[in-house]
């Protein structure tokens, strides 16, 4: 890359990697950095934005024309009466809210109220309840955490989900053609200046924050739990590795949908730990939704885009026929981020020509590798991007383990850290095997070094990726591996753009280490 324009300037943990060695061949790598202390809770960055700039706008939807927004004060204020009716109304670690319907406002708040009053929140993929006919998996979803609240956004769409699931003690709370719901608004009636602060003070690492669930294409979804210290180690984690998000407050235009770890923990945190504002898009990378997205993008310049290789390729048309629509994307874009699989090399090419036409300089474009069982960031690129196939070094706080398995050069993944879940919901069995004897989780990823003599003397080669079992499903639904990259420069099947999965990388030549490509799939046995 000697002869390309240079790259927009970012602040970026050094790219450097500790390598234990053992005697069995098995490899631990460490960020050399110290994981700094984080945040007791999710919820005192809210406390924190609302009180430092209170009228800056946090969230925003598309309502016809406009855009309908609502500040860090206003959300301090309506989580809290929504706390006070949700503490009322019986939810509790055993009894959750759980979310059925895509990203809003509402949602938010919901979500936010219930983490803030100490109750775990369960956002359902809307696939269960939409695209299902026989709607087992919701039912047994709903059947594993025993929700006392079920929120959606239309009762009259997701009417039939809701005659399937009715019965007992469950609440049901909409915003729209509410029928025999409770009104949404009704949450936001009244505050209780004594029980909220008091549920929030209690709140410890610990408290379970989400159950999010894994995808069902082998088998029934799992919920995974999803602590304070997962959540909140890991935008720490982030913060050190990226600590440009410091330098702006974010802006992002998403619509990666918040029941998967990567919409739904990275993409919102990345708002809510830095101050940001976080334009919901309702638009998807699909014919007759995409121009949703095209229009949000004419109107708001992010500073960070994430997207999976499908959502580029829909959009770069756009980008490419549509002068006013490029001006707004790059105008303060300082990231492209990709997930699900590797974005191809053609798209690569054809975002950075746009990038280098629009601004004069090369656009960093990134990706990363984790999973809905690591909150979910592992590694995390931050260096002058090589090519498509890159996933980064190990963050601030995260241990990868790589044990030899079957022929030499190949092994497999396993994590530790803070970020990483305690198990799944009252599944002791499926968490004592997810395991191994010194606390790593076994991902279900392995690989191999592309280059075996950069293993010697602390510099590790690439990994790379061979395939993974895919989701069956869309947008609803993810993959084995649900947040991080997948190879496919190297000839590599992966699983479609729509699902959130598989990982990648390459060596960067600093002396101190490298990084990882992700190889193949394997079986996860018990320790």
């Not at 009180?51 to 609502?70: N, Q």
């Not at 929120?151 to 909409?174: H, N, P, W």
């Not at 050069?409 to 305690?422: A, C, D, Q, S």
Request: aromatic share 8%.
């Amino acid at each position: 890359m000697e002869n390309s324009p240079e790259l927009i300037p970012l602040r970026f943990l050094p790219a450097r990697v500790d390598v234990e060695r053992r005697p069995d061949g098995t490899l631990v790598l460490r960020s050399p950095e110290p994981l700094r202390p984080y945040a007791r809770c999710i919820g005192e960055y809210l406390e924190r934005w609302a009180a430092e700039k209170p009228k800056d706008v946090f969230l925003a939807e598309r309502e016809g024309a406009v855009w309908k927004t609502i500040t860090w004060a206003e959300t301090r204020t309506q989580v809290y009466a929504i706390a006070t009716a949700l503490l009322g109304h019986g939810v509790s670690v055993e009894h959750p809210v759980a979310i059925l319907s895509d990203n809003s406002i509402e949602h938010a708040l919901l979500a936010l109220a219930a983490m803030h009053a100490g109750v775990p929140v369960a956002p359902i993929s809307p696939a269960y309840s939409l695209m299902s006919r026989d709607l087992v998996k919701l039912k047994n979803i709903l059947s594993l955490i025993q929700p006392r609240l079920v929120f959606v956004d239309d009762a009259q769409q997701y009417g039939r989900a809701l005659t399937a699931i009715a019965g007992g003690d469950l609440e049901v709370v909409a915003v729209r053609n509410t029928g025999s719901a409770t009104p949404f608004a009704r949450l936001t009636a009244s505050i209780d200046p004594a029980v909220v602060p008091r549920a929030f003070a209690a709140i410890q690492p610990d408290t379970i924050a989400k159950f999010l669930f894994t995808s069902g294409s082998t088998g029934e979804p799992k919920a995974v739990i999803n602590t304070q210290r997962m959540l909140c180690s890991n935008i720490q984690s982030a913060k050190q590795t990226w600590p440009f998000l410091e330098d702006e407050p974010p802006v992002l235009v998403d619509w990666l949908p918040w029941n998967h770890t990567f919409g739904g923990n990275n993409n919102f945190s990345a708002v809510f730990a830095y101050g940001g504002t976080f334009y919901i898009d309702a638009g998807k990378p699909v014919p007759g939704l995409i121009e949703k997205t095209v229009r949000n993008l004419r109107e708001v310049s992010p500073t960070i885009y994430y997207n999976v290789p499908r959502g580029y390729d829909a959009l770069l048309p756009f980008l490419e026929s549509d002068a006013a629509l490029r001006r707004s994307f790059f105008r303060r874009l300082k990231v492209i981020l990709y997930a699900a699989a590797a974005l191809p090399v053609p798209l690569w090419e054809r975002l950075e020509r746009l990038s280098i036409q629009e601004t004069g300089k090369r656009v960093y474009m990134a990706s990363a590798w984790g999973s809905t069982e690591t909150a979910p960031m592992v590694t995390l690129v931050h260096f002058e991007p090589i090519r498509p196939s890159v996933i980064g070094l190990p963050t601030p706080g995260c241990e990868l383990k790589m044990v030899p398995v079957g022929h030499a050069g190949r092994y497999e993944l396993r994590v530790r850290g803070p970020n990483v879940t305690p198990g799944y919901w009252k599944q002791p069995e499926l968490t004592a095997a997810a395991f191994d004897e010194e606390g790593f989780y076994k991902m279900g990823d392995a690989g191999r070094f592309a280059d075996q003599r950069q293993i010697r003397g602390g510099e590790l080669g690439e990994i790379r990726g061979a395939g993974y079992q895919k989701s069956a499903h869309g947008f609803g639904e993810r993959s084995a591996v649900p947040w991080a990259i997948g190879v496919e420069e190297e000839g590599v099947q992966v699983a479609p753009a729509s699902d959130v999965g598989d990982v990648a990388g390459r060596a960067v030549p600093d002396g101190r280490g490298g990084l990882m490509q992700r190889g193949d799939h394997v079986q996860r046995q018990a320790a």
